[in-house]
């Protein structure tokens, strides 16, 4: 579903990301980790086209999207969440998906029809779904934060995508919170057929879920398999040694 | 269960209203007050052509006055210049705007903040320098006095309007141009493209990830809001009995502005309301006193300290409160 | 053929003119660069430096005939105006989007601009040029007034003497570095309010000073507040704003494309500059000399 060939990034000399190769198949769940200042996040901005690559190429579906612009490789099935919660503050929270769901749906280009009145029903069959059903009239900016992240989630889905790219879905979240999150994720990504692509600095989440795990180190990829390979894998533990597993952060 | 005050408030066609209200002026009201009304009318227009821009899309344009100078002289020349009648010499106006707006607006729109501001500034000076220089064409600094009005001869076939002064009945026309195109920018507003834009205003690199193309988008606007300035410009140029390079003088972008943050930009009557206000408020001090700047700039300070969300803004967070009250009770 | 005294004449000209506006455009730029605020006021700050200095000499004829003592005066009145503004109206809006911002500023261009109506009334008011910079030299055929190169050379002086604040001195250094990341800069303990506080008035000190040295050649009116500031927003948009020397080098472009101009299309030299400024914010929005914000 996903295929990442030689990605590289370098920004005035300094190596960001080098000769990145990565593979998720249909369906799967994978997980990309490592310390902070890892490449993580550049890798995502590069895979959805916010950053232009160096270097290397970039596979959604069989397609070469490589430096694709981000609202386009939106309507090639690649969907993303941010870090840093990302949504429209000052609409209301049905607002928020249902500007998605039009703007996938190519309505963008009506201005005619009322936009309260198109995909209400889908809007708000989304809503529920990721739990948000009854803050639906709420101004999105006046949410509490796991509630926002809820409904970046949900602005994500909207797009209907196939792959989806969480970046640090569960920062910020207590314990319980994040194992709710993850849940949620994981039904929905079972329900849509999603496949999933994920980062996170929370070991416990990641080893509960991922299919597949990818350490990143200093802008390379330094070990990508299965879950119990990469914990036993030599190199991962030299990187991470000292670091706690599992707790949240 | 008794529906409340503001429930039903909401019911009431206000558009409506206001329109069959305003439309009895040259009836009960006198000459300047008719004078008065159009001033409004098409100051509301223009404001609400810039809160397309500002209040929706999120784009401070310092520039706009552009659009609606435009307006006013291919109007003007045409009406005047060329014996052009008003039904052609109107849309002719809005897609020169439009037009303007579409070439100025694909370098802007490609800027952000402080640079699309400033670029917005610099070509509505440049549209200004020409309106000023271009003698031939525009009249340069003498500008092209005494616009006619436009033939309403069949008026005086209508009911009610055959009694009407000339200037009478082109506030009647005024007044149905303007409501129109308010009706129609209230439409674009409110629907899907409209959503786009509030997007892009409240989080662009959001709006591109979900399929926007941000740039497109705002040009859209740009090229709309711009027409709509046009229509303004083009009735000014009658109402005001001539078209000068004054009018495109970049403190009438400031004007435009304050108008619209006055009366406040999260809400579509907002503008209007400003429009009304600035409108009065100049013809009353106007007539004690010439320090006119020095009271725009000291409601202008009260309202960035004060009211920040302007006379709607207002009237709804206090709306809001009643309503918080009552339900406490 | 070509008239060398005739393009001489307009190339001092057009140094007179860019030294000139490059005094007031520093100030402007000043505060760009380290407060990230656009001073629409600047031009009234100007404006009423030249009404100060006009009012200095009068109030000083009779015992003294004194322009630098008036000019002085007028700057330092400004500065104190400046102050006051800065603290009492600019501080508190600071964090609040740009466009606030912009309309604080416009704000006060209003209303200065009724006062000094007010005050001064809407004559035409000159100063006459002190004594000692009267006459003229003779170069290349076309005269130079010495009160222009006295202009010219402060100018210079004072981009070297900026230049040499801002490069070498601690408080330049300060000035640097908010103009970087304040935010670091508060963090790491510096005073930023005052650093604030104390750009503002030397911005609005220059501006005034600028204003009292224009009276010898120029009339002071009504209107001149709005005119200049268009002038200086091209400057610092041609040279890059919060660009220090960006700023010398827009005002020499923008006082020669005027200059010349005029002579070889008189009717275009009003619409030329404005054209250059949106070619530049095209092309290479953040000027000649200035950083991608």
Redesign the interface.
């Known amino acids: 579903m996903l295929e990442v060939r030689g990605l590289c990034k370098s920004f005035a000399g300094f190596r960001a990301v080098t000769d990145v190769h990565l593979m998720v198949a249909e369906g799967e769940i994978a997980a990309v980790i490592g310390p902070n200042g890892a490449g993580k996040s550049t890798l995502f901005n590069l895979i959805?086209g916010h950053l232009r690559p160096t270097a290397g190429q970039v596979f959604v579906d069989g397609r070469d999207v490589t430096g694709v612009?981000?609202?386009?490789i939106?309507?090639m099935g690649l969907g993303?969440s941010?870090q840093r919660t990302?949504?429209?503050?000052?609409?209301t929270v049905r607002?928020n998906v249902?500007?998605?769901l039009?703007?996938?749906r190519g309505?963008?280009?009506?201005?005619?029809?009322?936009?309260?009145l198109?995909c209400r029903d889908e809007a708000e069959q989304l809503l529920a779904s990721i739990g948000l059903a009854r803050l639906a009239h709420a101004i999105a900016g006046t949410l509490s934060y796991g509630n926002q992240k809820q409904l970046e989630l949900g602005?994500a889905l909207?797009?209907d995508p196939k792959i989806l790219l969480l970046d640090e879905p569960t920062a910020g979240m207590s314990a319980s919170e994040t194992h709710e999150t993850m849940a949620l994720i994981g039904r929905i990504a079972r329900e849509r057929g999603l496949t999933l692509l994920f980062t996170e600095h929370d070991m416990a989440v990641v080893f509960s879920i991922a299919q597949r795990i990818a350490v990143m180190h200093q802008g390379r990829l330094i070990a990508h398999g299965e879950p119990e390979a990469v914990r036993a894998d030599a190199e991962v533990r030299r990187v991470y040694l000292g670091e706690q597993p599992a707790g949240p952060r | 269960m008794k529906p409340s005050a503001t429930s039903l408030a909401r019911r009431i066609p206000w558009t409506l209203v206001v329109f069959v209200l305003a439309l009895t002026i040259p009836w009960v009201g006198s000459r300047y007050d008719t004078f008065l009304a159009t001033q409004i009318a098409i100051s509301a227009l223009f404001a609400v052509s810039l809160n397309l821009l500002l209040g929706t899309t999120g784009l401070v344009s310092f520039g706009h006055v552009a659009y609606f100078g435009i307006g006013s002289y291919v109007c003007g020349i045409l009406m005047k210049t060329y014996a052009v009648p008003f039904t052609i010499a109107l849309p002719a106006a809005a897609l020169g705007a439009g037009f303007g707006a579409l070439v100025f607006g694909f370098f802007c729109v490609r800027l952000t903040k402080i640079y699309f501001a400033m670029l917005t500034l610099a070509f509505s000076q440049i549209i200004w320098a020409i309106c000023f220089k271009w003698n031939d064409v525009t009249g340069g600094d003498q500008g092209l006095p005494d616009v006619p009005y436009p033939d309403l001869g069949w008026m005086s076939s209508i009911p009610f309007l055959e009694d009407l002064r000339i200037s009478d009945q082109f506030y009647v026309v005024t007044l149905v141009v303007v409501m129109l195109s308010l009706a129609a920018m209230q439409r674009i507003i409110n629907s899907p493209f409209g959503l786009m834009l509030k997007t892009i205003r409240e989080n662009p690199q959001r709006a591109a990830s979900i399929g926007l193309d941000v740039r497109g988008y705002e040009l859209a606007a740009f090229v709309v809001a711009g027409g709509f300035a046009g229509i303004a410009g083009a009735l000014f140029g009658i109402f005001n009995r001539g078209v000068f390079a004054d009018y495109v003088y970049w403190p009438k972008s400031a004007e435009v502005m304050i108008m619209t943050i006055l009366g406040g930009i999260d809400h579509f009557w907002g503008p209007v309301i400003g429009a009304a206000t600035l409108v009065l408020l100049n013809k009353e001090t106007t007539s004690y006193t010439e320090y006119w700047p020095f009271v725009l700039g000291s409601i202008l300070l009260v309202l960035l300290f004060v009211f920040p969300g302007g006379i709607a803004g207002g009237l709804t967070s206090a709306m809001g409160w009643l309503r918080r009250r009552r339900g406490g009770a | 053929m070509v008239d060398v005294s005739l393009l001489f004449g307009q190339f001092l000209g057009g140094l007179t003119t860019a030294m000139f506006l490059f005094l007031i455009a520093s100030g402007l730029s000043l505060v760009f660069g380290v407060m990230r605020v656009l001073n629409f006021a600047h031009g009234s700050f100007y404006m009423v430096g030249a009404y100060l200095a006009w009012q200095a000499v009068h109030w000083l004829s009779p015992m003294l005939q004194s322009f630098w003592l008036a000019a002085l005066a007028a700057a330092l009145g400004v500065s104190l105006l400046g102050g006051i503004i800065e603290r009492l109206l600019l501080r508190r809006i600071y964090g609040r989007e740009e466009l606030y911002q912009l309309l604080l500023t416009y704000a006060l261009v209003l209303i200065l601009g009724d006062a000094a109506k007010a005050l001064w009334g809407t004559q035409q008011l000159s100063v006459s040029r002190p004594a000692a910079l009267a006459g003229g030299i003779e170069m290349l055929g076309t005269t130079l007034p010495i009160y222009n190169l006295f202009i010219m050379l402060t100018g210079v002086a004072i981009a070297i003497a900026g230049w040499l604040v801002l490069s070498r001195s601690p408080a330049g250094r300060m000035v640097r570095a908010a103009a970087l990341d304040r935010e670091m800069l508060g963090a790491l303990g510096a005073n930023v309010g005052a650093l604030y506080t104390g750009m503002f008035v030397v911005s609005s000190f220059l501006a005034g000073l600028s204003g009292a040295l224009i009276t010898p050649i120029q009339s002071i009116v009504p209107g001149m507040d709005v005119e200049i500031i268009v002038e200086a927003f091209i400057v610092v948009v041609i040279g890059g704003l919060g660009s220090f020397w960006g700023t010398f080098w827009g005002s020499i472009i923008y006082g020669q494309v005027l200059s010349f101009g005029i002579l070889i299309l008189p009717s275009f030299s009003l619409f030329s500059v404005f054209a250059l400024m949106a070619v530049i914010l095209i092309v290479r929005p953040w000027g000649l000399f200035g950083r991608p914000l």
């Open positions: 959805t612009a981000p609202y386009r939106c309507g993303r941010f990302n949504i429209f503050p000052k609409l607002d249902q500007a998605a039009l703007a996938h309505q963008g280009h009506n201005f005619w029809s009322r936009a309260g198109l602005i909207a797009s």
